[in-house]
Antibody
Framework: QVTLRESGPALVKPTQTLTLTCTFS??????????VSWIRQPPGKALEWLAL???????FYTTSLKTRLAVSKDTSKNQVVLTMTNMDPVDTATYFC??????????WGQGTPVTVSP | DIQMAQSPSSLAASVGGRVTITCRAS??????LNWYQQKPGKAPKLLIY???SLQSGVPSRFTGSGSGTDFTLTISNLQPEDFATYYC?????????FGQGTKLEIK
């Protein structure tokens, strides 16, 4: 059974760095073709793809945020970490992690809400 | 980056009815096109992958078609649980991108 769960702070201040952890089970990120991705959704708005890390430690980022994002993995702990620097109120959103394999996001975490406010 | 444009942004339909949602890519994505359903407060759920393949467990009233730049999601015999927001997403190139969503409401 594949599960993913996001964790991290619910509230961050402007200019701070956000660190989110995705803890997963039911698959291994060392298996060829396996990837974990981050997607966010501001309140009432559309999904926005942020980043992806694959089994071979290749990393991909959305163009508009690539200077602020970093993704890493700890295969032994079944975790993927997303950091986003210089947080702004417009970054207020629910952040999802999802498994990506065979060109699709087939399993998603429940999402973790993050508010950016002084 | 490949831009994904969905239409309409919202629509209303009746239980038992049929609706079609369109997704257009700014350049070809071949058939690397997926559809997701999202209900309020929930994570998206994969419905269709590869433009036309039904994800396991998804009812056959959901149908996807298209290739290149133009795609459609059709839902037949609408059920109360189908009223939700639908997103297309391309997996042809990085960065991956989603459409802006189509909200399906009960008439």
């Amino acid at each position: 059974q594949v599960t993913l769960r996001e964790s991290g702070p619910a509230l961050v201040k402007p200019t701070q760095t956000l660190t989110l952890t995705c803890t997963f089970s039911g698959f291994s990120l060392s298996t060829s073709g396996m990837c974990v991705s981050w997607i966010r959704q501001p309140p009432g708005k559309a999904l926005e793809w942020l980043a992806l890390i694959d089994w071979d430690d290749d990393k991909f980022y959305t163009t508009s945020l690539k200077t602020r994002l970093a993704v890493s993995k700890d295969t032994s702990k079944n975790q993927v970490v997303l950091t986003m620097t210089n947080m702004d109120p417009v970054d207020t959103a629910t952040y999802f992690c999802a498994r990506y394999q065979s060109s699709m996001f087939d399993y998603w975490g429940q999402g973790t809400p993050v508010t950016v406010s002084p | 980056d490949i831009q994904m444009a969905q239409s309409p942004s919202s629509l209303a339909a009746s239980v038992g009815g049929r609706v079609t949602i369109t997704c257009r890519a700014s350049q070809t994505v071949n058939t690397y096109l997926n559809w997701y359903q999202q209900k309020p407060g929930k994570a998206p759920k994969l419905l269709i992958y590869g433009a036309s393949s039904l994800q396991s467990g998804v009812p056959s009233r959901f149908t996807g078609s298209g290739s290149g730049t133009d795609f459609t999601l059709t839902i037949s015999n609408l059920q109360p649980e189908d009223f939700a927001t639908y997103y297309c997403q391309q997996s042809y190139s990085y960065p991956r991108t989603f459409g802006q969503g189509t909200k399906l409401e009960i008439k």
